[in-house]
Every structure is written in C-alpha cells, then in structure tokens.
Nanobody, 116 residues
Framework: QVQLVESGGGLVQAGGSLRLSCVAS????????MAWYRQAPGKQRELVAS???????NYGDSVKGRFTISRESAPNTVYLQMNSLKPEDTAVYYC??????????WGRGTQVTVSS
C-alpha cells in the first residue's frame, strides 16, 4: 500500500509562481512513475507532468515551458514548480504513483487558484 500527501497549493495572481510537493510513503517499488494531474470543475482530469525512476519526463502541452517536475528518492517526493501561472491553471492538483505492475495510487489533491 502507498500513501501520497500533497502540499503547497494556494491563491496566486496571474503571472505568479507556486511550488507543489508530494511525499510518498509505504511499500514503493524501485521502478515507478510519479505524476501530477489536475482537474477543473466540470472537466476531465488531465496530465500535467510525469517523471520516471530514471528521470524520463513528460509534460502536458498546456504547461510546457512554464512548469518543471522533479523528484527525490529519500523520502520519495515529487515536486511541481509552476511559473507564469494563468487563470486557466486553476484546478485541484493531484499527485500519483504508478508501479511496475501499472497499479496507481492517488493523493487527495491540493487546490490551486489563479486570479485574473
């Protein structure tokens, strides 16, 4: 079993920055992918960024050039540095971990609100 806890969300003006953190604990495989997803009201959850154990990184098209994902192994933590924030970035941001068997665990989410 894996537990994920996000932190760092809040209210920021357009053009500002936030840094999200997610700490994973429990029985974590040596090979895993951690990711950030977001979901705005009435919309589908979408991928923001992902990073593998070998540091292979993918970004959603809407955040390329503005957001940066990184991770540490001890404790197992994933970060999301968000710069040049836009009102359309407003959403609940969720952390996930996927292991080698394609099992996925989710955090409870943290709210990010960007004012215009």
């Amino acid at each position: 079993q894996v537990q994920l806890v996000e932190s760092g969300g809040g209210l920021v003006q357009a053009g500002g920055s936030l840094r999200l953190s997610c700490v994973a604990s429990g029985s974590i495989s040596s090979i895993s992918t951690m990711a950030w997803y977001r979901q705005a009201p009435g919309k589908q959850r979408e991928l923001v960024a992902s990073i593998s154990t070998g540091s292979r990184i993918n970004y959603g098209d809407s955040v390329k050039g503005r957001f940066t994902i990184s991770r540490e192994s001890a404790p197992n933590t994933v970060y999301l540095q968000m710069n040049s924030l836009k009102p359309e970035d407003t959403a609940v941001y969720y952390c996930s971990l996927t292991d080698w068997q394609s099992r996925t665990w989710w955090g409870r989410g943290t709210q990010v609100t960007v004012s215009s």
